[in-house]
């Protein structure tokens, strides 16, 4: 694992760290992100927040590239909903993805049914991707181009 960032929030120090794996072709294939409390004891670290991206490459003929990046799983702990967790990792994640994809690359979640049994979580789940410049479209939530996020 790499520890990508390191953030304090009132008296607290928080790190993400990621783990990535490659193909054959050395073409990135996921992404995990995990936020963690460093003041937190507990062994084995426990995460607040998981992030996990795959990219979608699209080839025609002899020419092969990124066509998007689907966010897989994008999970808080029980009981440690609405403290922000999601949204540092989520930052973080749309930062790494701009720094190593680019500006213009697209960024697309299904959202799953199970988050809309209930309406308050429905609307903190869709609130999160709409302060960072999502689209919600029907099943899916959409950021053209990570350039565009708002945060």
Not at 20 to 35: C, I, R
Request: glycine content about 8%; some cysteine.
């Amino acid at each position: 694992m790499q520890i990508v960032r390191i953030f304090t929030n009132t008296e607290e120090v928080y790190t993400v760290g990621i783990d990535t794996d490659y193909n054959y072709k050395g073409q990135l294939t996921s992404v995990h992100f995990y936020l963690y409390l460093l003041s937190d004891r507990k062994s084995p670290p426990y995460w607040y927040n998981h992030i996990w991206l795959e990219p979608y490459y699209k080839r025609e003929n002899d020419m092969e590239w990124l066509e998007y990046i689907k966010i897989t799983e994008f999970l808080g702990k029980t009981g440690e909903v609405g403290m922000g967790y999601g949204s540092y990792n989520f930052k973080t994640m749309l930062d790494f993805v701009q720094n190593n994809f680019g500006q213009r690359t697209k960024i697309k979640c299904w959202l799953s049914s199970v988050d809309e049994r209930d309406e308050n979580n429905k609307k903190r789940r869709n609130h999160v991707y709409e302060k960072f410049g999502f689209s919600i479209v029907g099943e899916w939530a959409i950021l053209d181009k990570v350039g565009n996020r708002k945060i």
